[in-house]
C-alpha cells in the first residue's frame, strides 16, 4: 500500500527502503541546533553538514574537548565516525593548534571497528595521535546548555563534556518496514532489518520477497559497495526463479570502507563476512597502509561510481 493509500499487486519484491535516522532517540538533541554550542550532525544531510563543518573549525581555534561517538545499532557507512575524528585531530594539527584540544572518542562496543585486524590499526593509529578512547559508551542524553553528553554503559549512565561533538543517531528501518511482518523477529531488535538469507538476500519466509541495501538484515553491508554486489545475486535469483530453476549465485558479505585517516591519505578496507580483508587490487593497494592513492579512489573513482550507480549505469 502506497503512501495515498493505493494498493499495488506483486509478484516478485524487491525491498530498497533504504534507513532512517533516529534523532528522537537522543534526548534533548534536535536539528535546529546544529552549528551552536558546539554541536555538529554530519549525518543530517548537506546543509547540517556544513554547519558540523564550521562548529569544529570553530572548535580547532578556541580549543577544548572533542567528543566524537556512534550509535549501538546498525549503521550505515559504520567507519564514518572513525573518519570524521581523524579528519578533525588532521584538521587541528594542519592549523597548528593540535596541542590546544583534546579529542575522545566513545565506542559503543568493546572494539572500534569491525574487523580485528582493522580495529587493532585504527587503535595504534589512535594511540599515536593522542585519541582517548572509552567503550561500552552508548549516548542516550545531550544538554546543549551545558556541553554534556549523557551515556548508557555497563556499569550505569556515565556523563562526558564536551567543546563539540558530532552527534550520529541510531539507525533503523522505516516505520513501514519495522511495523510490517517482514523484520527479524529474533536479531536486531526494534531496528527492524528485513529478514533475508544473508547469501541470496531471499526474505526467509516470504520467497517472492528480496532486500538490498539498508534494509536488509545482514550482518554486514550497509554501504554503496555492498549494494553493487547484492544488485547482481538478486538479479540472478530472481530471472532463476522466473525460469523455473535455482541460481548459485552468492552475496559473500563483501564491504568496501575508504577509512579516512588524515586529508590526503587513507586506508581502502574491504572485507566479507567472516572478517577477511578482500583487496580489490592486491599487491598494489595494501589496505591497512594510509596511501594518497586510497584517498584518490574514495575522492574520484568511487564517487564517480556511486553516481552512476544512482542512474542504473554501474
Given at each position: 500500500?502506497?503512501?495515498?493509500?493505493?494498493?499495488?499487486?506483486?509478484?516478485?519484491?524487491?525491498?530498497?527502503?533504504?534507513?532512517?535516522?533516529?534523532?528522537?532517540?537522543?534526548?534533548?538533541?534536535?536539528?535546529?541546533?546544529?552549528?551552536?554550542?558546539?554541536?555538529?550532525?554530519?549525518?543530517?544531510?548537506?546543509?547540517?553538514?556544513?554547519?558540523?563543518?564550521q562548529?569544529?573549525?570553530?572548535?580547532?581555534?578556541?580549543?577544548?574537548?572533542?567528543?566524537?561517538?556512534?550509535?549501538?545499532?546498525?549503521?550505515?557507512?559504520?567507519?564514518?565516525?572513525?573518519?570524521?575524528?581523524?579528519?578533525?585531530?588532521?584538521?587541528?594539527?594542519?592549523?597548528?593548534?593540535?596541542?590546544?584540544?583534546?579529542?575522545?572518542?566513545?565506542?559503543?562496543?568493546?572494539?572500534?571497528?569491525?574487523?580485528?585486524?582493522?580495529?587493532?590499526?585504527?587503535?595504534?593509529?589512535?594511540?599515536?595521535?593522542?585519541?582517548?578512547?572509552?567503550?561500552?559508551?552508548?549516548?542516550?542524553?545531550?544538554?546543549?546548555g551545558?556541553?554534556?553528553?549523557?551515556?548508557?554503559?555497563?556499569?550505569?549512565?556515565?556523563?562526558?563534556?564536551?567543546?563539540?561533538?558530532?552527534?550520529?543517531?541510531?539507525?533503523?528501518?522505516?516505520?513501514?518496514?519495522?511495523?510490517?511482518?517482514?523484520?527479524?523477529?529474533?536479531?536486531?531488535?526494534?531496528q527492524?532489518?528485513?529478514?533475508?538469507?544473508?547469501?541470496?538476500?531471499?526474505?526467509?519466509?516470504?520467497?517472492?520477497?528480496?532486500?538490498?541495501?539498508?534494509?536488509?538484515?545482514?550482518?554486514?553491508?550497509?554501504?554503496?559497495?555492498?549494494?553493487k554486489?547484492?544488485?547482481?545475486?538478486?538479479?540472478?535469483?530472481?530471472?532463476?526463479?522466473?525460469?523455473?530453476?535455482?541460481?548459485?549465485?552468492?552475496?559473500?558479505?563483501?564491504?568496501?570502507?575508504?577509512?579516512?585517516?588524515?586529508?590526503?591519505?587513507?586506508?581502502?578496507?574491504?572485507?566479507?563476512?567472516?572478517n577477511?580483508?578482500?583487496?580489490?587490487?592486491?599487491?598494489?593497494?595494501?589496505?591497512?597502509?594510509?596511501?594518497?592513492?586510497?584517498?584518490?579512489?574514495?575522492?574520484?573513482?568511487?564517487?564517480a561510481?556511486?553516481?552512476?550507480?544512482?542512474?542504473?549505469?554501474?
Amino acid at each position: 500500500t502506497t503512501s495515498s493509500g493505493k494498493k499495488v499487486a506483486y509478484d516478485f519484491l524487491i525491498v530498497a527502503a533504504g534507513l532512517k535516522l533516529d534523532w528522537d532517540s537522543i534526548e534533548g538533541f534536535s536539528l535546529d541546533q546544529v552549528g551552536k554550542n558546539g554541536i555538529g550532525a554530519v549525518y543530517a544531510g548537506p546543509e547540517y553538514a556544513a554547519k558540523t563543518w564550521q562548529a569544529m573549525d570553530l572548535f580547532t581555534e578556541k580549543g577544548g574537548v572533542g567528543l566524537f561517538t556512534r550509535p549501538a545499532t546498525e549503521m550505515k557507512c559504520a567507519g564514518a565516525p572513525l573518519k570524521y575524528t581523524f579528519l578533525t585531530d588532521d584538521y587541528a594539527r594542519k592549523k597548528g593548534t593540535r596541542d590546544n584540544i583534546e579529542i575522545h572518542y566513545a565506542a559503543h562496543a568493546k572494539s572500534l571497528f569491525s574487523v580485528p585486524i582493522v580495529n587493532e590499526k585504527v587503535r595504534m593509529l589512535f594511540h599515536e595521535r593522542g585519541v582517548q578512547t572509552v567503550h561500552n559508551h552508548v549516548m542516550k542524553r545531550i544538554d546543549p546548555g551545558k556541553r554534556i553528553a549523557t551515556f548508557a554503559t555497563p556499569e550505569g549512565d556515565k556523563e562526558l563534556g564536551y567543546d563539540f561533538t558530532n552527534v550520529i543517531p541510531p539507525m533503523r528501518a522505516p516505520d513501514v518496514i519495522r511495523n510490517s511482518p517482514l523484520p527479524w523477529a529474533d536479531k536486531w531488535v526494534d531496528q527492524g532489518w528485513v529478514e533475508v538469507d544473508k547469501h541470496s538476500l531471499r526474505h526467509r519466509r516470504f520467497p517472492e520477497i528480496f532486500a538490498v541495501g539498508d534494509i536488509a538484515g545482514v550482518p554486514k553491508g550497509k554501504t554503496a559497495a555492498s549494494v553493487k554486489w547484492q544488485v547482481p545475486v538478486v538479479e540472478a535469483h530472481l530471472l532463476a526463479t522466473l525460469e523455473g530453476k535455482e541460481s548459485n549465485e552468492r552475496y559473500d558479505g563483501y564491504t568496501s570502507c575508504p577509512l579516512i585517516t588524515r586529508i590526503g591519505r587513507a586506508m581502502l578496507v574491504e572485507f566479507d563476512y567472516n572478517n577477511n580483508l578482500t583487496p580489490s587490487f592486491p599487491g598494489i593497494i595494501a589496505p591497512l597502509e594510509e596511501l594518497w592513492i586510497s584517498w584518490l579512489m574514495k575522492e574520484v573513482a568511487l564517487k564517480a561510481t556511486y553516481n552512476a550507480m544512482l542512474r542504473g549505469k554501474a
